[in-house]
């Protein structure tokens, strides 16, 4: 059974051209992932919702923007893709409240290849 | 700040050797460690974990023991299959839960 799905899991867009990506999951967790993965690298934590609370990490570029409308939905928004963010976005969700034992339930990712 | 220092790769063995990848951490508080495994083109997906010191984590013939003396959780198999060839991440997540802090991945091949 499906628990964090990414859709497309393969997404072609062209240099400056806005794509969205998107997540689901049917585990009513409370935390919701967006992480970039280049070649293999370790993923990369972008941003994250805490229920309806929106946290950036400091590094992430302002060209990267996330949508949570309701529980089950995360979306991530690339304003103006450049050739640098080619890579895999993983998005995972946990459960709060248990501490340094949450675990994160990743999505199969989408590739994004621009070109 | 926390860190994950994991075994550079690449890892080729044959198939039924013993596996074993190095893990080794830093962090502040009781972080609780993981393992995930990434196969070509796919998420990560869990394999194990570990909450507390001395607990081993063990899940389809892997196993990994929290060593807090040692701030290790080495990863470990008795005998790798063709389909073990992955990417492996080392993981911790400490008493601040919001972010996980992740190895830089260990490529696993086996051969036949």
């Known amino acids: 059974d499906a628990m964090v799905i990414q859709n497309p899991r393969y997404q072609v867009t062209q240099f400056g051209k806005p794509v969205t990506l998107s997540c689901s999951q049917t585990?009513?967790?409370?935390?919701m992932y967006w992480y970039q993965q280049k070649s293999s690298q370790a993923p990369k934590l972008l941003f994250h919702?805490?229920?309806?609370?929106?946290?950036n990490e400091a590094d992430t570029p302002d060209n990267f923007q996330s949508r949570r409308p309701n529980t089950s939905f995360c979306f991530l928004d690339i304003r103006s893709p450049g050739l640098g963010d080619a890579a895999m976005y993983l998005c995972a969700t946990s459960r709060a409240g248990q501490g340094a034992q949450e675990t994160q339930y990743f999505g199969p990712g989408t590739r994004l290849l621009v070109l | 700040g926390n860190s994950v220092t994991q075994m550079e790769g690449p890892v080729t063995l044959s198939e039924e050797a013993f596996l074993t990848i190095n893990c080794t951490y830093t962090a502040t508080g009781y972080p609780s460690l993981f393992w995930y495994v990434q196969y070509p083109g796919e998420g990560l997906q869990l394999l194990l974990k570990?909450?507390?010191?001395?607990d081993k984590g063990s899940n389809k013939g892997f196993e990994a023991t929290y060593r807090k003396e040692t701030t290790s959780f080495h990863l470990e198999k008795g005998s790798v299959q063709v389909s073990d060839s992955a990417v492996y991440f080392c993981a911790l997540r400490d008493t601040n839960a919001g972010k996980s802090t992740f190895g830089d991945g260990t490529t696993l091949t086996v051969k036949p």
């Open positions: 570990a909450t507390k010191a001395d």
């Open positions: 585990l009513n967790h409370n935390v």
């Open positions: 919702y805490y229920d309806k609370d929106f946290n």
